[in-house]
């Protein structure tokens, strides 16, 4: 890899410990003989464990000392279901207020860790068909893509404070243990799947073990920053997605769900994230020289589901 690492931090504290990324990192990291800091949303158990309340803006600053680098993974999850009004001021303030939080903190700590690594989304470009996406693409328009730029913006006080702070805008994540894979394997391998809508709109996808391997690279190099694509260059489009994936499993896919069926059972979340075609490619991780193991859809399921 050509960007510059340095030693490699040992003390690391991860927000989000618990979900389906979260809990591959962590399991990696201490396999690898570093010690995990988990923020915790209730009284911690044992030293690793430091308490915070988003909600409440409060955060045990003090357990945080000495961590090299902090991964910030955790937020309201944004396909937990219909965006009523309610449910959209929950994502907000779960992402926008939590990461402020952290953030702040960690600029104040008389030694700040040298990185901050946030979630973000390739809902940043919103839904722009067939467009080729970058980082260096303009944000699109809607919720999501508003959301995301406030997201990425509410690590400035890091920023600010000379942390370095990178944003991983990632796309579908695939795993046969959680996240849309998860949702998806039932019904396929039923022969109940099939495209969504008119199956044109492209999906941006990344495997979880790369994006572990992402995550990784992003605590450990020091050239690391700014918003990052984390997804292959392969994107498909939903058709051919369905297809593959029906095809590992030998299961027909034929049976599409009318867009108007998932605009009544969603609303917004249809139109912005589960219809939205997102066409984005990783054009830092490339320019840095960081190569991702999983190209190929097929392999890839085959590899996960069989």
């Not at 944004?78 to 903190?105: C, E, N, P, Q, Y």
């Not at 730029?149 to 990178?166: C, K, S, Y």
Request: glycine share 10%.
């Amino acid at each position: 890899m050509s960007a510059h690492r340095t030693s490699r931090p040992t003390r690391i504290a991860v927000t989000g410990a618990s979900g389906l990324v979260g809990t591959a990192l962590c399991l990696q990291l201490a396999s690898s003989g570093r010690e995990v800091v988990r923020l915790v949303r209730r009284q911690a158990t044992n030293r690793n464990e430091v308490p915070w309340d988003p909600a409440r803006g409060t955060l045990d600053t003090e357990g945080l000392a000495g961590v090299a680098a902090v991964v910030h993974l955790a937020g309201e999850n944004l396909s937990g279901g219909r965006w009523t009004s309610a449910r959209k001021r929950r994502i907000r303030d779960s992402r926008i207020a939590g990461t402020h939080l952290l953030a702040t903190a960690l600029a104040n700590q008389n030694v700040p860790p040298r990185a901050l690594i946030c979630a973000s989304a390739i809902g940043f470009y919103g839904d722009r068909g067939d467009d080729i996406l970058t980082e260096t693409s303009p944000k699109g328009e809607g919720f999501l893509a508003d959301l995301v730029a406030d997201w990425e913006a509410a690590a400035d006080p890091a920023r600010q404070a000379g942390i370095r702070v990178v944003s991983l805008r990632t796309g579908m994540v695939l795993s046969p243990f959680g996240g849309a894979l998860k949702l998806m394997l039932p019904l396929f391998r039923l022969g109940l799947g099939g495209p969504l809508g008119s199956g044109r709109h492209w999906m941006s996808w990344i495997s979880l073990d790369d994006m572990v391997g992402v995550l990784l690279a992003a605590i450990e190099h020091d050239a690391w920053r700014g918003p990052v694509n984390a997804v292959t260059n392969s994107p498909v489009r939903n058709w051919e997605f369905a297809e593959v994936l029906a095809g590992v499993l030998r299961r027909p896919a034929v049976l599409r769900v009318p867009a108007f069926v998932l605009h009544v059972l969603l609303g917004d979340l249809a139109r912005e994230a589960v219809l939205a075609s997102t066409r984005v490619l990783p054009a830092q991780l490339e320019a840095w020289g960081h190569a991702l193991e999983d190209h190929d859809l097929g392999q890839t399921l085959r590899r996960l589901v069989e």
